[in-house]
């Protein structure tokens, strides 16, 4: 059963136009979500994150949303960079202890951003 | 260099055989985390050590083992190897609850089993 999804499994944007990433999540059992970027041949790298008690954070041209109700949330970015082209992964990190949780991620398949000069 | 290095980078096996992964966390780090990443999959989970102690289990294999040592470097032991273990795995560190939740990976170990 798939806890994080992400339903596009591929986004092509312009260059200088918003890139907008998705991801669901199935429970509220999560106390912290993240992106992660990955380009080929490298592990993922931290990119933004966002406390469950929060509903926007912003980092430069990188804003995450997290609507708790929806169980949603987004990945802006502003402008889009051709060097922004990667896999970006969804995480979510349940609440210590839940389940016997130790700070584990839970991360969702991943979105393929390419942007086109 | 993120300060996670993972060895070897690649590595290719036959089925039947048994290799081992090894990663070296980023200086200070004391938690280490191992995922699988298959074709086409997300990242699975499969086990997390904190100081020497194993602290949380996903979906790892009974073929899979792993193990964190004092100097707090980890190996990830894989036997009995089967074609569907070809993937890439990663290893990540963290402090046990960094501020933003999340955690340092290395670059993989692309496993390929024939």
């Known amino acids: 059963d798939q806890q994080v999804k992400q339903n596009s499994p591929s986004l092509s944007v312009q260059e200088g136009r918003i890139s907008i990433l998705n991801c669901d999540y199935t429970?509220?059992?999560?106390?912290?979500f993240l992106w992660y970027k990955k380009y080929p041949a490298e592990g993922p790298t931290f990119l933004i994150s966002?406390?469950?008690?929060?509903d926007k954070n912003e980092d430069g041209r990188f804003t995450v949303f997290l609507n708790k109700s929806a169980k949603h949330l987004s990945l802006h970015i502003v402008p889009s960079q051709p060097g922004d082209s990667a896999v970006y992964f969804c995480?979510?990190?349940?609440?210590?202890?839940?389940?016997?949780?130790?700070?584990?991620?839970?991360f969702g398949k991943g979105t393929k951003l390419s942007v086109k000069p | 260099d993120s300060g996670v290095t993972q060895t070897p980078k690649h590595l290719i096996t036959a089925t039947g055989q048994r290799v081992t992964l090894r990663c070296s966390p980023r200086?200070?780090?004391?938690?280490v985390y191992w995922y699988q990443q298959s074709l086409d999959q997300g990242l699975q989970f499969l086990i997390q050590y904190y100081n020497g102690e194993e602290r949380a289990k996903g979906n790892i294999l009974e073929r899979f083992s792993a193990q964190q040592f004092p100097d707090l470097h980890s190996e990830l032991n894989l036997s009995s190897l089967e074609l569907g273990d070809s993937a890439l795995y990663f290893c990540?560190?963290?402090?046990?609850?960094?501020?933003?939740?999340?955690?340092?990976f290395g670059s993989g170990t692309r496993l390929t089993v024939v």
């Open positions: 200086s200070g780090d004391l938690s």
């Open positions: 995480a979510a990190r349940p609440r210590l202890g839940f389940r016997g949780s130790q700070g584990n991620l839970i």
């Open positions: 966002i406390s469950s008690i929060k």
């Open positions: 429970n509220s059992m999560f106390d912290y």
């Open positions: 990540a560190s963290s402090a046990l609850q960094g501020e933003n939740g999340g955690y340092t």
